[in-house]
């Protein structure tokens, strides 16, 4: 009698728990920004510590060659940006504050370049999925153009499509600390972004 009543409670309970985890996953809602500033290590590696931020992507858009492999991409000749897809919770994070940040972990203001790194793949690119990103990211390239002396030379344009990059792209610097380009390149820039984010929310903090 015990075992049966015991087998029929952890039974309620377990339906009762995977009702829940299914009401909380429908409930859960993420909006996303797809944007490019140099190599998709550094830029992925640098949004994976903003509180808010669900997951990132790394992949490649903006050109006109269907489902490019990276090796395609780093030719140039595909048109494709190195981006990544962030997927925010709009609870937590705004799309404004995603572009906001934007500025502070990359140079926008070189073209076609970030660092020794060169080429049109690493152009500094934020593609819009309606008009309204449109407006909120036109609004912050030119809010942080005060924080540059030479002119921000970013793409604002439409997005067609996002491609996702090979599978050993994704969470790289995670992955891969070790890696000579993610010690010398991407470790520093995510430190040095660390800080920005840090003084950022200082300020924040400080305005309330």
Not at 137 to 145: F, G, M, P, T, V
Not at 163 to 168: D, G
């Amino acid at each position: 009698m015990k075992l049966a009543t015991l087998t029929a409670l952890f039974a309620l309970m377990s339906a009762f728990s995977s009702s829940a985890s299914a009401a909380e996953a429908a409930s859960a809602k993420t909006e996303s920004a797809v944007v490019g500033g140099g190599c998709f290590w550094c830029v992925e590696g640098a949004y994976k510590i903003v509180p808010g931020i669900v997951h990132i992507t790394s992949g490649f858009a903006g050109g006109h060659t269907e489902n490019p492999s990276y090796g395609e991409v780093c030719t140039g000749e595909t048109h494709h940006a190195e981006v990544v897809k962030v997927d925010y919770d709009p609870a937590k994070i705004t799309y404004k504050d995603v572009i906001d940040l934007f500025w502070d972990l990359h140079d926008p203001t070189t073209l076609n370049r970030q660092g020794h790194d060169k080429g049109t793949q690493y152009r500094s690119i934020i593609l819009y999925a309606n008009d309204e990103q449109k407006k909120i990211a036109e609004a912050s390239k030119k809010e942080a153009q005060g924080k540059f002396t030479d002119p921000i030379v970013t793409e604002i344009v439409p997005l067609k499509k996002f491609y996702s990059a090979e599978a050993y792209h994704q969470d790289y610097f995670a992955n891969n600390p070790e890696q000579p380009y993610c010690q010398a390149v991407v470790g520093p820039k995510i430190a040095k972004f660390k800080k920005k984010l840090e003084e950022r929310n200082a300020a924040k903090a400080a305005a309330k």
